[in-house]
T-cell receptor
Framework: GAGVSQSPRYKVAKRGQDVALRCDPISGHVSLFWYQQALGQGPEFLTYFQNEAQLDKSGLPSDRFFAERPEGSVSTLKIQRTQQEDSAVYLC????????????FGPGTRLLVL | AQSVTQPDIHITVSEGASLELRCNYSYGATPYLFWYVQSPGQGLQLLLKYFSGDTLVQGIKGFEAEFKRSQSSFNLRKPSVHWSDAAEYFCAVGAGGNEKLTFGTGTRLTIIP
């Protein structure tokens, strides 16, 4: 089927605005990951879901960042009161099942905070 | 904590020449190792992975990588590059199973005719 999709692909926000980024994983994939990629850097882990359970949120940089996956499929990453340092590409990845190891990435959402 | 080092920020090679991109990792047990490629404006595409077994792994697009435990390395190679190989290459290590990946800072590959 289709790969991981993300929307919007680009988002411009004014400092202080809230944003919501959506991820549609590959159908049937149990695990879902969010990463943040700053300009010129490698992706950095934010959070991980297995079905609807958020098992690891150790990478979320502040309490302004919140992620959910209420039905174990689509996930939303929300950033409240955006700051300029939040400008980055946000990547979503999914994998088939626990222990499969391989993560498949979406195209990312490029967020620019002015 | 696991970490990945890609010592080469930028590499330029001629089309048709061979390529080797370096990757060193730090992890206490047997790692899960990956190479991903990222073209401008695109997400990450998996080139190859190593979990266990044969230390020389073959991937897509003619790439291969060799796991060397004694050197904590997982270098990526290709015998003859094509102009379409120009992209950013990321090495990553996972703790196994379905856990988070730790990425290196990437190597940007430029191909000259």
């Amino acid at each position: 089927g289709a790969g991981v999709s993300q929307s919007p692909r680009y988002k411009v926000a004014k400092r202080g605005q809230d944003v919501a980024l959506r991820c549609d994983p590959i159908s049937g994939h149990v695990s879902l990951f969010w990463y943040q990629q700053a300009l010129g850097q490698g992706p950095e882990f934010l959070t991980y879901f297995q079905n609807e359970a958020q098992l690891d949120k150790s990478g979320l940089p502040s309490d302004r960042f919140f992620a959910e996956r209420p039905e174990g499929s689509v996930s939303t990453l929300k950033i409240q009161r955006t700051q300029q340092e939040d400008s980055a590409v946000y990547l979503c990845a999914s994998s088939l099942r626990q222990g499969s190891g391989t993560q498949y990435f979406g195209p990312g959402t490029r967020l620019l905070v002015l | 904590a696991q970490s990945v080092t890609q010592p080469d920020i930028h590499i330029t090679v001629s089309e048709g020449a061979s390529l080797e991109l370096r990757c060193n990792y730090s992890y206490g047990a047997t790692p899960y190792l990956f190479w991903y490629v990222q073209s401008p404006g695109q997400g990450l595409q998996l080139l190859l992975k190593y979990f266990s077994g044969d230390t020389l792994v073959q991937g897509i697009k003619g790439f291969e990588a060799e796991f060397k435990r004694s050197q904590s390395s997982f270098n990526l190679r290709k015998p003859s590059v094509h102009w379409s190989d120009a992209a950013e290459y990321f090495c990553a290590v996972g703790a196994g199973g379905n856990e988070k990946l730790t990425f290196g800072t990437g190597t940007r590959l430029t191909i000259i005719p």
